[in-house]
């Protein structure tokens, strides 16, 4: 009887750190960043390619890696509350390096495909330079600890 009942229990499936956050970057990314006819032109069309790359790699690359609604919404607000003071500029390419960070760590394919694409337009912002990098891999950690600790 006891057999039964564990081969009737469904598969839980536990997804590395590494991949969550790669999903939670695009959610970031896919959510909540907007480019607007005040950016450079190099900055809309680097946003436009990597906004074509997520409409058409996004689905799939969510449904990998599932992340409870609720807890992703309130990750996408956190992220939003610890980004660093700045320019709209400044702020945007903070998440955008934080996603190129997360999504380099990937071992190929799709994710590394969005990692160019998002360098690309990381570069079009050309903000901040080294200090922008140190704030999107301080973002990086400390939303990977909110996410740990389960909030």
């Known amino acids: 009887m006891r057999a039964a009942l564990l081969r009737q229990r469904p598969a839980l499936i536990v997804h590395a750190p590494a991949a969550i956050e790669r999903v939670l970057w695009l959610a970031a990314v896919d959510r909540c960043l907007r480019c607007g006819p005040r950016d450079a032109d190099e900055v809309r069309a680097a946003y436009r390619d990597l906004r074509a790359l997520i409409d058409r790699a996004a689905p799939s690359l969510y449904a990998q890696v599932p ?16 980004l660093p003071e700045g320019t709209p500029a400044e702020r945007a390419a ?32 050309d903000v ?11 973002l990086r950690e400390t939303m990977a600890a909110m996410w740990e600790a389960g909030r």
């Open 67 to 82: 992340v409870d609604a609720r807890r992703e919404s309130r990750w996408l607000v956190a992220a939003r509350g610890a």
């Open 94 to 125: 903070t998440v955008v390096w934080a996603a190129v960070g997360a999504w380099t760590d990937a071992p190929n394919g799709r994710w590394g495909d969005l990692a160019d694409a998002a360098l690309a337009l990381g570069d079009a912002l």
């Open 128 to 138: 901040g330079g080294t200090a922008t990098l140190r704030s999107a891999t301080a």
